[in-house]
């Protein structure tokens, strides 16, 4: 009768990664192509997602009236101008999600705000006017566009831009000086999981970007290969128990 072998340490480790192996691959791959997220642009099907439902149509995130009959929506995946019961789909913002829309006096084409940039149309072009996060996009009193954008990071300080004609852009003083006006910081906290984000993705060492990239790239296929190379340890050490055991058998 076989004795059953004890659970030693290095026999609990194996079962567990060998478990474990397929589940950190996912997690060590997934990990690297978020990170690649500022400069891949690869698409795939919704009908992938496992916990999201497929909508009829995409949630509206922003929405604009730019004159009687023109409307404009944008969502996470682009801009489509509405006129005349036709909808235009606006190519130049293909996959890329729109935060906001606002409408200069006089121009048919609004001012568009994607995540990391605002934008307007020049000369039949779209062309990027300010860069950076984009906190706001709004219409004053006055009838200006005010945009706050700029930097990368969570905690970047956005600059208040207005503009008459979507091409000067000038910075508002009414904004900056109210600003000024606020009680100065003693202290300020942030969410343990931002903390933690930077920490796993790099950004809390090398800073945002490249860095942030060869960070995440680096580790996750060092999680692929450890989780490959365990489990062909596995396999080479059952192969080696089977032939034991046909060894055995064939002496008895």
Do not use: C
Not at 56 to 79: F, H, K
Not at 103 to 113: D, R
């Amino acid at each position: 009768m076989a004795t059953k072998k004890p659970w030693t340490a290095r026999r609990i480790h194996l079962w567990v990664a060998t478990i474990l192996a397929v589940p950190m691959i996912l997690m060590a791959v997934s990990g690297v192509l978020i990170a690649m997220r500022s400069v891949s642009d690869v698409k795939v099907p919704m009908r992938w997602l496992g916990s999201e439902a497929v909508p009829d149509r995409l949630p509206i995130s922003a929405y604009l009236e730019s004159a009687p009959g023109v409307t404009w929506i944008g969502n996470a995946q682009g801009l489509t101008r509405l006129a005349e019961g036709k909808s235009e789909v606006i190519s130049h913002f293909s996959g890329q999600e729109i935060v906001g829309l606002a409408a200069l006096p006089g121009s048919p084409q609004p001012i568009v705000a994607t995540r990391m940039a605002v934008w307007a149309e020049q000369e039949g072009r779209w062309q990027p006017v300010q860069r950076g996060r984009v906190r706001q996009l709004t219409t004053l009193s006055d009838g200006r566009v005010l945009a706050i954008a700029g930097g990368r990071g969570e905690m970047a300080a956005g600059r208040p831009m207005a503009t008459r004609d979507g091409l000067k852009w000038e910075g508002y003083g009414p904004a900056m000086r109210a600003n000024k006006q606020m009680p100065i910081l003693e202290n300020p906290s942030v969410a343990l999981h931002q903390w933690m984000r930077e920490l796993h993705s790099g950004a809390y060492f090398f800073g945002k970007g490249p860095g942030e990239i060869a960070w995440s790239n680096v580790f996750g296929w060092v999680l692929v290969l450890l989780a490959l190379t365990g489990l062909w340890m596995w396999l080479k050490t059952e192969q080696r128990k089977a032939r034991e055991r046909g060894q055995q058998k064939g002496a008895a």
